[in-house]
């Protein structure tokens, strides 16, 4: 699965399903629990150059390009931005605060933990127990780092720290929260997605059932959708949810009925109308299309992800990205590739990471320890274990 606007421990949140269980690809991007939205503003397939030069200078990141600007690594922990604002942690007085894309801070250096901006609002511990068998109390600061939700929920017990389409669940209340932290919808389920609610459902387990581990979803109105039926489960995206029932995967419409039967080994949730799929008797993943037609046969031994026109993957060996047809572009020897978002992508190499253009040239050797890319071309790149960021459009 691909969504490019969801993002989980500093990787793009690419699930794929598997046999036995869902496992987090690790392939990208970015740092914390979070729902990022808008990281893609240009769509458009038009090829962009890139012509600049990017060097080291001691410990000084040099740029000779007077348009993209430059916040020197300078802090232990930071986080990608998100809604114009980035979560940045002191090094003198190891307290959490933000900055704003000049490098100005925005929020004060005063917490202990902190989550990403999102719909407003962002996840923050103040504070953290004198008795370290007590859990820290999570709330919601906004924008000014003011508390609009009081710290009284667990870090421990709640799975997101975000809100998602306006919502989010708290396990001690078995309840969903509105961002004035009002209680608007009891469930008597447990939720297991910490995305909550994708096109408008969530993923639930049945608490009633102690004979065996079954999954459904429910909508906003906390009615259940086709009953607690599935092993183990994908999100919706695209109009389709990834499920597996028997040791086998296919995919369901959001009335729960079955849309593409039942039939594959592994699979990833559907994005841009495509799902890549690893069929029963085969090593390697093949895409079918929304009506389950292979439209791609299988060849790719991993993937590191599809969309925005382009699929990167593992094929004979290298690194190779096709078209969303399977026609091959260029390929390489990357240990890891990202997306292409405005005429460029990430790749790591030699475990280095470094800039790619949309022909496959690296405009820069593989020089930063790790770089990730978030919102209106802002990227975080450390370098000896300090962090800092690229701020501009590098392709034009």
């Not at 012509?51 to 690594?73: F, P, R, T």
């Not at 009081?150 to 306006?166: D, I, K, M, Q, Y």
């Not at 799902?275 to 929304?290: H, M």
């Not at 009506?291 to 990167?312: D, R, V, W």
């Amino acid at each position: 699965m691909l969504n490019l606007k969801i993002f989980l421990n500093r990787e793009i949140n690419m699930y794929f399903r598997t046999k036995n269980h869902k496992i987090l690809l690790g392939v990208l991007l970015l740092m914390g629990t979070v729902l990022l939205p808008n990281l893609v503003q240009n769509t458009q397939s038009k090829e962009k150059s890139c012509q600049w030069q990017m060097k080291w200078k001691g410990n000084q990141l040099v740029v000779e390009d007077s348009k993209i600007s430059v916040i020197q690594a300078q802090f232990p922990d930071a986080q990608t931005f998100s809604e114009d604002l980035a979560a940045v942690k002191s090094k003198t007085i190891q307290k959490w605060g933000y900055i704003d894309s000049k490098g100005k801070q925005a929020i004060a250096f005063q917490f202990e933990q902190v989550w990403h901006f999102n719909e407003g609002l962002a996840g923050a511990v103040k504070e953290l127990p004198k008795n370290k068998e007590e859990e820290a109390e999570l709330g919601f600061i906004d924008r000014t780092g003011k508390f609009q939700i009081e710290p009284r929920f667990s870090t421990l017990a709640t799975l997101n720290v975000f809100f998602s389409e306006g919502l989010m669940y708290i396990p001690d209340l078995q309840a969903f929260i509105d961002k004035t932290g009002k209680t608007v919808l009891k469930v008597p389920a447990e939720i297991y997605d910490p995305i909550l609610f994708s096109e408008g459902l969530s993923l639930t387990r049945d608490m009633n059932n102690t004979d065996e581990i079954l999954f459904g979803y429910i909508n906003k109105q906390g009615e259940l959708i086709g009953g607690y039926q599935w092993e183990t489960h994908g999100r919706f995206w695209d109009g389709l949810g990834a499920v597996r029932k028997n040791e086998k995967w296919g995919y369901i419409d959001k009335t729960g009925k079955i849309a593409i039967p039942l039939q594959y080994l592994e699979v990833y949730d559907f994005h841009e109308g495509i799902a890549a799929v690893k069929p029963e008797g085969s090593e390697t993943f093949g895409f079918i299309n929304k009506k389950g037609e292979m439209i791609i046969p299988p060849q790719f031994s991993n993937l590191f992800y599809f969309g925005k026109q382009k699929i990167a993957g593992v094929k004979n060996g290298k690194t190779i990205v096709t078209d969303l047809k399977g026609k091959p572009l260029f390929e390489g020897t990357w240990q890891k590739l990202t997306p292409f978002v405005n005429g460029v992508a990430l790749y790591k190499k030699n475990d280095l990471w470094g800039f790619l253009d949309e022909n496959g040239k690296e405009v820069t050797e593989p020089m930063f320890e790790s770089l990730e890319h978030g919102e209106k071309n802002r990227y975080l790149f450390k370098k000896n274990e300090l962090f800092g960021y690229i701020i501009g459009d590098l392709c034009k």
